[in-house]
């Protein structure tokens, strides 16, 4: 029986652990994973609140506005003050419920820029040259922005109980973010699927992608509630830039949504690097496979 204890052990599942890491990662060697991730960030800072209006919008039309802020004003309540993070929400969802079909028409086009963003850069990664590659992002897109009242509704439907949870303190508050983690865990796994699988060229295998993309997903609503938690500390974001608190506040954003993408460029590696194996595993005989 082997001694886990042995220091030889230790090593060499260290060694193990690295050959897999390095393995995993072998896409994006030799590629400049800042700028990627840095363009990424720029598509979606252009995005980002046109997406959201739109979910919102789409979801008030589907359940009403009232039960949209009914949902939502037990988490204004719970968010860290410090930023002003609770009334730019308030003010997101006002603009949102208050769209009109015209408005909603002209933030499609800026909303389907994030989409570009990801194909753009997971295709210079992946498939350099492709043809088409931003209008195919951008079509690829529209299914999750279709899917928008869904996901919100599913995920507004968590926030009472697990916002009521944090304002309790304590040990509250500890199951408060669990069940968060898992709620936000759970709505992103089929966005990040889908990201993954369609948005990105190629098609990688389905077990593989729902694997990694789950377990990407998972690391991304923990490094969302680590951006919670950072807007809860007592900073003043605006010293490195004279004062101005509203600019720092914008890049502290800025840079916490480029490391949300350096963590989903990671994950898109990670479904190429293992695309050959499962792809040589269902190409082989059931009678070699058992061999």
């Known amino acids: 029986m082997r001694d886990h204890s042995d220091p030889r052990y230790r090593s060499g599942y260290l060694i193990g652990v690295r050959r897999v890491i390095t393995a995993l990662m072998r896409p994006l060697r030799g590629k400049d994973v800042a700028l990627h991730a840095a363009a990424i960030t720029f598509y979606s800072g252009i995005a980002v ?15 009403g506005a009232e039960r949209v802020r009914q949902l939502t004003g037990r988490t204004l309540a719970a968010l860290p003050a410090e930023i002003g993070a609770p009334g730019a929400l308030a003010a997101l969802i006002d603009a949102g419920l208050a769209l009109t079909p015209t408005f909603a028409l002209a933030s499609l086009l800026p909303a389907t820029l ?3 963003g990801l194909r753009r850069a997971f295709a210079s990664i992946a498939r350099p040259g492709e043809r088409l590659v931003g209008w ?16 919100l509704l599913s995920l507004l439907l968590a926030l009472p109980t697990t916002s009521g949870l944090w304002v309790r303190g304590g040990w509250w508050s500890v199951l408060g973010v669990v069940l968060s ?33 789950s377990f990407t997903a998972a690391n991304l609503s923990g490094f969302l509630h680590g951006a919670v938690l950072f807007s809860s500390l007592p900073l003043d974001l605006g010293v490195p830039f004279g004062g101005l608190t509203e600019v720092g506040a914008a890049v502290a954003i800025g840079l916490w949504l480029y490391l ?12 190429r690097a293992v695309e050959p194996r499962f792809s040589d595993v269902s190409t082989r005989s059931p009678s070699a496979i058992r061999r």
Not at 50 to 56: D, E, N, R, S
Not at 136 to 151: D, H, I, M, T, V
Not at 190 to 199: A, C, G, I, K, N
Not at 260 to 269: I, Q, R
């Open 49 to 63: 609140v046109p997406v959201a209006l739109l979910a919102i919008w789409l979801t008030g039309l589907v359940v």
């Open 114 to 116: 994030y989409g570009e």
């Open 260 to 271: 949300f993408h350096v963590v989903l460029l990671t994950g898109f590696a990670a479904t």
């Open 136 to 151: 195919r992002g951008r079509l690829l897109w529209l299914p999750l922005l279709a899917a928008a009242p869904a996901l």
């Open 181 to 213: 983690f898992l709620a936000i865990w759970l709505l992103l796994t089929p966005v990040v699927v889908w990201v993954f699988r369609y948005v990105a060229p190629g098609r990688p295998p389905w077990l593989a992608t729902i694997l990694i993309g």
